[in-house]
């Protein structure tokens, strides 16, 4: 949705042009006039500060000579401003269907005034062009700060109230109590290249043993997770709810129970009962419940796997250990807009940035990239053929994917208008105290 632009605009020249109208009248907070030239020299601080955000923007004209000399930058080429007329347009030197989605990425898009240096300026912050001020405080404990909220001595709660409180605050204050749904998806990841998980049949069965409800329980129940099968997540193009490995499947593709005697069926079939396993787990993963290892390794017990539990934490786990890792319980992505192709291509294609290299399909990658250029010209085409992107690779038992989660939040009486975004949570710059 347009915000500091006027309207939205439709890309030209083979999806390589972006031109954008500013509106009039901004300021920033500290009652500059916002310019047209503002938005270039905060793209070209991305670059002099080497901050990930420049991952979009390297597609610019200029954007390579920036990369070799960050000091030097000057994207002028390819990001041409014109402050008397208000117009921002951007140059690539491909098509990029996907820029009006990468822009809405952690604020990697911000303009800055003049005279902003370029290093982060100690305790004095950016002037902002939103008109809000939050004040942040620190609680002794959860408990006690979901008691100040409870309250009305503070107005939200960053974080999720504790399964004991959500039930208690259920009952008694439900109103202030907002269950939003992310587009979170959980998982397991499988390594295809290392047995037993190479063979299909035992990656099926893994998903026809595992009960979803049961790791749903984990993350807090019904109210925090659902049952999931499918690695495109609810609310976003090409879902469609889907689910095979299921007893009793239903018309409208939902999970209800496990089905052990499938599992154990094609465990048989694949002989490889009596195999060791590995599971790895972080023993203080703040995405992943911590019991949650434990009953992963428990079913593989059941399906007759010698299982290992390795605790691992995460932050300290090495390429070369994810080549040779069979499974582990750290699987879990918030995608950081609303497609497809901000998260599936990264996990599931040849190479992928996320995928450790354990899958590869060719034929599914041509189909991926099709889909993403088709998403500016034709997004029902596109969205279809997502859907059948993922049907595959739910069939092809990549990643055991196991819940899709929800976000509790607590807000006090008094703060009104709540709004709520499914990657950044609550906006406290659409609300209001009363």
């Known amino acids: 949705?347009?915000?500091?632009?006027?309207?939205?605009?439709?890309?030209?020249?083979?999806?390589?042009?972006?031109?954008?109208?500013?509106?009039?009248?901004?300021?920033?907070?500290?009652?500059?006039?916002?310019?047209?030239?503002?938005?270039?020299?905060?793209?070209?601080?991305?670059?002099?500060?080497?901050?990930?955000?420049?991952?979009?923007?390297?597609?610019?004209?200029?954007?390579?000579?920036?990369?070799?000399?960050?000091?030097?930058?000057?994207?002028?080429?390819?990001?041409?401003?014109?402050?008397?007329n208000r117009t921002v347009t951007f140059h690539f030197t491909g098509a990029d269907p996907e820029f009006l989605y990468q822009l809405?990425?952690?604020?990697?898009?911000?303009?800055?005034?003049?005279?902003?240096?370029?290093?982060?300026?100690?305790?004095?912050?950016?002037?902002?062009?939103?008109?809000?001020?939050?004040?942040?405080?620190?609680?002794?404990?959860?408990?006690?700060?979901?008691?100040?909220?409870?309250?009305?001595?503070?107005d939200w709660l960053f974080g999720s109230p504790p399964y004991a409180r959500y039930h208690q605050l259920e009952l008694q204050n439900p109103g202030q109590l907002h269950i939003n749904p992310q587009w979170s998806v959980n998982f397991l990841p499988l390594n295809t290249h290392v047995a037993p998980f190479n063979d299909l049949g035992v990656r099926q069965a893994l998903n026809f043993a595992i009960n979803r409800a049961k790791l749903a329980q984990f993350y807090g129940g019904p109210g925090f997770a659902t049952a999931a099968c499918q690695a495109i997540v609810p609310g976003i193009p090409g879902y469609r709810r889907y689910c095979p490995y299921t007893l009793h499947p239903r018309a409208n593709g939902a999970w209800s129970a496990p089905d052990m005697t499938r599992a154990r069926q094609?465990?048989?079939?694949?002989?490889?009962?009596?195999?060791?396993?590995?599971?790895?787990?972080?023993?203080?993963?703040?995405?992943?419940?911590?019991?949650s290892t434990g009953y992963i390794a428990g079913v593989l017990r059941a399906l007759g796997y010698r299982v290992h539990v390795s605790v691992i934490p995460f932050a300290s786990t090495t390429p070369a250990?994810?080549?040779?890792?069979?499974?582990?319980?750290?699987?879990?992505?918030?995608?950081?807009?609303?497609?497809?192709?901000?998260?599936?291509?990264?996990?599931?294609?040849?190479?992928?940035?996320?995928?450790?290299?354990?899958?590869?399909?060719?034929?599914?990658?041509?189909?991926?990239?099709?889909?993403?250029?088709l998403e500016p010209t034709d997004p029902p085409a596109a969205s279809a053929l997502w859907e059948r992107v993922d049907?595959?690779?739910?069939?092809?038992?990549?990643?055991?994917?196991?819940?899709?989660?929800?976000?509790?939040?607590?807000?006090?009486?008094?703060?009104?208008?709540?709004?709520?975004?499914?990657?950044?949570?609550?906006?406290?710059d659409q609300a209001w105290l009363q």
């Open 266 to 291: 094609l465990v048989t079939q694949s002989r490889t009962t009596g195999e060791r396993v590995d599971l790895v787990g972080d023993p203080a993963s703040p995405f992943t419940p911590t019991a």
């Open 1 to 84: 949705m347009p915000d500091l632009a006027a309207s939205i605009p439709t890309p030209t020249d083979g999806d390589r042009t972006y031109a954008f109208h500013i509106r009039p009248g901004i300021r920033y907070s500290d009652g500059q006039s916002l310019l047209a030239g503002d938005f270039r020299r905060g793209v070209e601080r991305l670059f002099a500060d080497r901050s990930q955000g420049m991952s979009v923007y390297v597609g610019l004209l200029g954007a390579g000579e920036c990369l070799r000399d960050p000091s030097g930058c000057d994207l002028s080429q390819g990001i041409v401003t014109d402050d008397a």
């Open 391 to 428: 049907r595959q690779l739910t069939n092809n038992a990549e990643w055991v994917t196991t819940v899709d989660t929800r976000e509790v939040e607590l807000t006090s009486s008094h703060l009104q208008n709540y709004e709520y975004n499914p990657v950044w949570g609550f906006l406290a």
């Open 104 to 154: 809405t990425e952690f604020a990697f898009s911000a303009p800055v005034p003049p005279g902003t240096p370029d290093r982060e300026p100690g305790q004095r912050t950016v002037p902002g062009t939103g008109p809000y001020k939050i004040v942040w405080e620190s609680a002794p404990s959860l408990q006690a700060a979901v008691t100040a909220v409870e309250r009305g001595r503070a």
């Open 321 to 373: 250990m994810w080549d040779s890792f069979q499974i582990s319980n750290e699987g879990a992505w918030l995608p950081a807009y609303p497609d497809p192709s901000s998260y599936v291509p990264s996990f599931f294609s040849c190479g992928g940035a996320n995928s450790n290299d354990y899958y590869c399909n060719p034929a599914i990658d041509d189909e991926m990239r099709h889909a993403e250029l």
